[in-house]
């Protein structure tokens, strides 16, 4: 029986590096595509839980801020 994995995604993230690049460009571009892939925002959200509700309120908050600098936006 194969062992479950809990999680997303398990894939290395692959930064090539060119001839005479700087270490720090490419150290750059590493912790830009690790930030897209979520990693630490899961980790973070899992180490508490968050009731539903709570979820649901802070998404419906997040849009109506966003709807008020939209409207503030148009005038």
Same mark, same amino acid.
């Given at each position: 029986?194969?062992?479950? +994995? =809990?999680?997303? $995604?398990? /894939?290395?993230?692959?930064?090539?590096?060119?001839?005479?690049?700087?270490?720090?460009?490419?150290?750059?571009?590493? +912790? =830009?595509?690790? $930030?897209? /892939?979520?990693?630490?925002r899961?980790?973070?959200?899992?180490?508490?839980?968050?009731?539903?509700?709570?979820?649901?309120?802070?998404?419906?908050q997040?849009?109506?801020?966003i709807?008020?600098?939209?409207?503030?936006?148009?005038?």
């Amino acid at each position: 029986m194969p062992s479950q +994995k =809990r999680g997303g $995604d398990d /894939t290395m993230l692959i930064i090539p590096i060119k001839d005479g690049e700087n270490i720090d460009r490419a150290l750059k571009r590493f +912790k =830009r595509k690790f $930030d897209r /892939t979520g990693t630490m925002r899961q980790l973070r959200a899992r180490q508490q839980f968050t009731k539903p509700s709570v979820k649901r309120r802070a998404q419906i908050q997040k849009a109506q801020y966003i709807q008020n600098l939209r409207d503030q936006e148009e005038v």
